[in-house]
């Protein structure tokens, strides 16, 4: 071989590189526009085939030179890089080195930068478990903001995945709205120019400020659900959720604003507006069409228009058959199911006249009846009186399965989203009636936390007469729960058993441990006794007097300490006493004066004494009984 | 910063000694032994016993007349011919690349980006003179051999000794040389990179820029809360990713107490009282710095202009206790503290106490020995850092820090002397941050009798009183809220002595790099003498992974072979194991079918995982060797693990110096 051949190899080489970089270059050129957006140039194949699928960049404007050089540094050992650097990335968290997490992350997805998973797990990682670690609350909601920076850079990356903003949505709402520190978190981002600024080249702060309040955090989280959602219907990226759940989380952002101002300040013309707003876009969202994964098309706000077409359709075809046959057939249905007589009785009462037993058991009867009577209306077709109608009458009846079906499956979608709960809810919170109601109950709740219960008087020693100078929290609280009763008689039961209903529950509890605590008797005309019994027949737990307990206590029947004996209920362990202790004494730390701690020390006494005092008590009643 | 080890040098030299010692024989044993085996398949048993002596006998001489002079000739041929290869020069050519783009890749928003930056700059150092050290040494002699150039030296009136001597004092100098620049321009990178100042965001930079604090005592720019006696703040422009919140302080102070800093006064006013009021601003610290601020004139129209950061280049000098010690509720010694079920066990934990249990006896005693006024800069007032860990059973007061507490006490000779014990200082603890309390050495506390009677309460002087002549000292760390603890281990705590300057620290970081490259450059030139090129580099990568993973790799050997729960639970078996359970997608902790497969492949694992773990003690630790995190972390490198990072280099250097001799003695080549 002759010296010459290597050399000439080389220049082959070189030649041949040179000849195969030139189709490369055609095609994964990337893609050019014009100033005015045209194309210019669509890119070559590759370029257009990265495009479709989202793997990269494949615009020249979008290319991030960082990213594309760490990905060309990594000579194709991509997978290993990222996976050195995943596991770096969990050593850092491991080791609580965070500072270092985070520039691994940075580096991490400009690796995989088009994997939108990565940056949704690796935001959540930030701004939910990394910020937990932190003991200072601002610290907490540095990180939280920095989880949020985190997920947002990874937008221009992925530019037709709607995901991204909808996390963003979701973890700013869910985040400052909604944890433990929701108040000092809100109140952080009220201020914070820092992170709104940040935030302007997506969001524009404006759209997010509520009037008085300032900007809000669900108010931003609506504007990223908006974001998304104007990716989908005007850019016409993929739509990666299903339609109910992904037109769903956008307007329920305004009533978890209405909800978390509501329980920051006394109710007013604005928060009524809100709930107002609320209503109409949870009312806009139900009359969207929707399509579910079946493929139907619906809108949840036409269930109750399905029923009404049920019913007239039923009463046409009753009106072809012998009259009374539709009860006959349902008598049927219920012997052949094992009613007895009383049951056939519960099923003709109304709610008013039913005990908390017969209550229950009208539930468990109806569910039955409901399966057996799946084909009730066929039957009745089939039973025509004049063959001449059978045809009219069998449309009618698959006109009817058509309808039942499409309510069944709305109603399973609709319960989902709680659609007819919110929809009474935002509409009674935006009601008159209502706002007075929340405000009584809010101007009850701050005489509570200054523990002014009672009624502040002034007395006359001429006229010997007393004049109301300050209503206590029990009086307020009296007046509010009247209002409160005039609300659950006027709208929907659903109100009574939902969130409202919960937090009405929970001040009627505050309002039974201030009587326990001035030692007074429950009032024989609570306003919202019947709130009470309803709940307690629809199976919740809420540990308040029932009007049956209510009389049989007053007719020296009943012990409540007996009842809580008998019940599940667990007697307290040294464990639950000293939280218990912990919480009545509320001493978050340790004196050092000896005035402070001896007074500690009696406080700790009294509670100590209370507290085995009451399991002593219970402990007699048990052998009592026993 | 997490410190495992603190052993002193003569501590560590003592320790490592004996295996030191274990090892070269084993060492020389196994050479001798290995040499008369290819002797004897040379030449025959007999004879081998012979030649292998010859080799001995002539070592000495060899080593004893080693030339100074020859051997620095060679090492100039050596680094005329790495420079020809111009390896050094695409080492160079890389890094400067990465510092010029560098900062793409840098997080901006980082908190610390003081850490981020060097640990970028020594990262890069370290990956790139490694790389080149174990291609020009790897290259050399191979190379020489395969070009025949290698007759021109060795029949020359040569030795072995300075052939591969040279090699490595050759190599040695260019990497030094090229190390040296790289470092200079980190420093360069680092400090460009970092240095800024800011303007205050206002159309005049005085105090018309300031607006007044909200009632509500939060930030008009953050809603954090603000400094207790902010009266207006302001806000300076963004640099470099931050930007610094401005307030105006109310200091008002005693006759005499003057501020120390009086730059930043804009306005003084005596008061009825006879004390002085200063309004002063202060430029609130972002990611580790802050900036001098400078006022010039007085009252509203005053000039008000911020310096360079200031922070960022430390060199904090601490001095750590000896000794950690915990103790349960109820006083009782335990070796560790309280385990609140976190996955790194680094720090150990001390709880607060309970309702039920309000006298709780837990505390965490930080031992030290040499607490001495010379140590610190201002002995009146000491700086105590701290970076504690928090963990809280309950929420608690959510805006409100937990509350720790320390106090001191003197450490009794026998149990015969009276002791004194400080009262108790209580302080906001500050998560994951480096917490400075400043402790006064005048501390109130009492003094006991043996029996535990009270002889005195007063003020006592830490130094004179407490520590005493032999400067012990404990420093006892509660917690001070009921139900939650604080955690910490023993580099946690620790007094600031008086820093290091920086620039030398910076030397002592890039000392280790130093240490690291010798090594590998002593190895590339030892196996180069007997092994081609790319063997040499696998062999030398090989050692450098080995090197790098030592401690993983004996944890791994007590664990899979010893079985050792305290070296963690090791699931999913040793090498081969794990490759089967990756190649099928198997569980880690689904269990083999036994059978004589299973017994084999574990046997075999075993066994490679002891061959290992014995590697471990061939190759260095590049770990001892590796300073970055104290310069990361601004922390200066105490002398003594200089010197035990340079005595290992130079054990390695000349443990493989004689090797390569040796193998190239015996080669037909140097004959």
Known sequence: MSNMTPFLRKIIYLILIVVLLVPLSMVSRPATRKADGEFKDEGGILSQLRDENNLSQAKMSEIDPASETMKLASLGLRGVAVNMLWMQAIDHKKKENYDKLASTLLALTKIQPNFVKVWEYQAHNLAYNVSMEFDDYEYRYSWVKKGLEFLKSGIPYNKRDHRVPDSLGFFVGNKFGKSDEKLSYRRLFRKDNEFHEAMSDKIDPESYVERQYGPDSWLMAYQWYEYSRRMVEEESCPQRRSDMLFYMYGPAQIREEAMSLQSENRTGEVIQDIWRRAADVWVNYGKKEITNTLGVTYQLEGMEKDREKVRGLREKLDALVRPGLREELLDDAMAQAGFQDEDKLVMKMSASEMTDEQFLRRRMLENALEDMTQGIDEDIAQEVEDIADLVDAKKLSAQILKIKNQIVTNTKDSSTVNYSYWRVRTEAESSDLLVRARQAIYDADQMYSQSIYDDEYDFDFETKKRSVTKRGAITLYLQAFSLWQEVFDKYDSELQTGVAGDQVVDFIRKFKKMLQLTNREWPNQFPLQAFIDYRARTGKQDDLLTSEMLEEIRSGRFDPDEQMAGSDVKPMTDEDLEKSIQKDVNIKMLPTDPKSIEDAQKQIQKALEKGVINQRNQEIKKKKKD | ?671
């Open chain 2, 1 to 671: 910063m997490v410190v495992e080890k603190f052993l002193k040098y003569p501590e560590w030299i003592g320790s490592g000694l004996y295996l030191f010692l274990m090892v070269l024989l084993v060492a020389i044993a196994f050479g001798v032994f290995f040499g008369f085996l290819v002797a004897s398949f040379r030449h025959g048993p007999f004879e081998a016993f012979y030649v292998v002596a010859q080799v001995i006998g002539q070592a000495i001489p060899d080593f004893i007349k080693t030339s100074p002079r020859r051997i620095f000739a060679i090492a100039r041929l050596s680094i005329k011919e790495a420079l020809r290869r111009k390896v050094v020069l695409v080492t160079f050519g890389i890094f400067a690349t990465m510092l010029l783009f560098g900062g793409w890749f840098m997080n901006n928003g980082s908190e610390h980006p003081d850490q981020i930056y060097i640990n970028f700059v020594l990262w890069g150092t370290q990956l790139l003179v490694l790389l080149m050290g174990m291609l020009i040494s790897s290259f050399s002699l191979p190379e020489d051999i395969k070009n025949k150039t290698i007759y021109t030296i060795v029949t020359k009136p040569v030795r072995s000794t300075e052939i591969v001597f040279g090699r490595l004092v050759g190599f040695g100098i260019l990497g030094t040389f090229l190390l040296a620049l790289m470092g200079a321009l980190s420093f360069f990178f680092v400090w460009r990179g970092l240095s800024h100042t800011h303007q205050i965001v206002g159309e005049t930079q005085t105090l018309a820029a300031f607006e007044e604090i909200p009632e509500d005592r939060l930030s008009r720019e953050t809603g954090k809360r603000v400094s207790e006696n902010a009266i207006m703040e302001a806000r300076t422009d963004d640099r470099t990713g931050h930007w610094h919140r401005l307030e105006l302080i109310e200091d008002v102070r005693e006759p005499g107490d003057e501020p120390a800093i009086m730059s930043n006064v804009v306005e003084t006013e005596s008061l009825e009282d006879g004390r002085t009021k200063y309004l002063r601003v202060i430029c609130i610290p972002v990611g580790g710095h802050t900036h001098r601020v400078t006022v010039n004139g007085e009252g509203e129209s005053a000039t008000i202009s911020l310096g360079p950061a200031v922070g960022y280049f430390q060199s904090r000098n601490p001095i750590y206790s000896t000794q950690l010690d915990f103790y349960d509720r109820a006083g009782k010694y335990k070796k560790q503290g309280i385990n609140v079920g976190k996955e790194w066990g680094y720090r150990g934990y001390v709880d607060g106490g309970s309702i039920t249990q309000r006298n709780s006896l837990s505390k965490a005693v930080f031992h030290f020995e040499d607490f001495r006024e010379e140590n610190f800069r201002n002995p009146e007032i000491m700086p105590l850092e701290m970076t504690l860990g928090v963990f809280r059973t309950y929420k608690g007061d959510i805006e409100k820090r937990v509350i720790g507490g320390i106090q001191f006490e003197s450490v009794p000779e026998t149990n015969l002397d009276e002791k004194i014990v400080s009262d108790i200082v209580d302080f906001e603890t500050e998560e994951y941050a480096v917490q400075v309390l400043p402790i006064s050495r005048k501390v109130f506390g009492k003094k006991f009798s043996a029996d535990g009677k009270l002889i005195d309460a007063r003020e006592y002087d830490l130094f004179d009183d407490i520590a005493g002549e032999d400067g012990k000292v404990n420093l006892i760390l509660t917690c001070r809220e009921y139900n939650q603890y604080l955690g910490v281990a023993r580099a946690d705590i620790y007094f600031r002595g008086v820093d290091d300057v920086y620039w030398w620290n910076f030397v002592k970081g890039y000392t280790g790099i130093w240490c690291q490259m010798m090594i590998i450059i002593a190895m590339g030139v030892a196996f180069s003498t007997f092994l081609s090129t790319p063997v040499t580099m696998l062999g030398s990568i090989a050692l450098i992974i080995i090197g790098f993973f030592t401690q993983f790799i004996r944890n791994l050997y007590f664990g899979v072979v010893e079985g050792s729960e305290a070296y963690g639970v090791w699931e999913g078996g040793g090498p081969i194991e794990s490759f089967i359970r990756v190649i099928t997608q198997q569980n880690m902790i689904l269990e083999f079918d036994t059978n004589i497969w299973t017994t084999f492949m574990e046997q075999t694992d075993k066994l490679l995982v002891q061959g290992l773990a014995a590697m471990t003690y061939l190759a260095p630790s590049f770990d001892t060797l590796d300073f970055s995190n104290f310069l990361t972390y601004g922390y200066s490198i105490a002398n003594d693990r200089i010197f035990a990072a340079i005595t290992i280099a130079l054990t390695f250097c000349i443990g493989l110096m004689i090797l390569g001799y040796f193998t190239l003695k015996t080669r037909e080549i140097a004959k």
